[in-house]
């Protein structure tokens, strides 16, 4: 079994930063393409940064210039820093990974449980 956990969501300032991470453990012969998504209340669910195993990475328009996305390799974990957040930033944040199995070397998607992100004064 797979599973992914965030980690670094609360509460924040408008114009402050936090930085989110995701850890993947489990059965886990490699990861293809991490992502982070968000969904905000009565909003649809929406790809905020992804982060391909070849290195490449988008943005969605909304945050470009502001959030950046990481991986550690080594670690299976990738990260989310988010700076100059905005109260339209609130939102439930989501890891998504596409992860190849040690079992039987297929690739799946996987998702987290979400971190809640509020931007507030």
């Known amino acids: 079994q797979v599973q992914l956990v965030e980690s670094g969501g609360g509460l924040v300032q408008p114009g402050g930063s936090l930085r989110l991470s995701c850890a993947a453990s489990?059965?886990?012969?490699?990861?293809?393409?991490m992502r982070w998504y968000r969904q905000a209340p009565g909003k649809e669910r929406e790809l905020v940064a992804a982060?391909?195993?070849?290195?490449?990475?988008n943005y969605a328009d909304s945050v470009k210039g502001r959030f950046t996305i990481s991986r550690d390799n080594a670690k299976n974990m990738i990260y989310l820093q988010m700076n100059s957040l905005k109260p339209e930033d609130t939102a439930v944040y989501y890891c998504?990974?596409?992860?190849?199995?040690?079992?039987?070397?297929?690739?799946?998607?996987?998702w987290g449980q979400g971190t809640q992100v509020t931007v507030s004064s």
């Open positions: 982060f391909t195993s070849g290195g490449r990475t």
């Open positions: 998504n990974a596409d992860i190849v199995l040690s079992s039987d070397y297929t690739s799946r998607r996987y």
């Open positions: 489990g059965s886990i012969s490699s990861i293809n393409v």
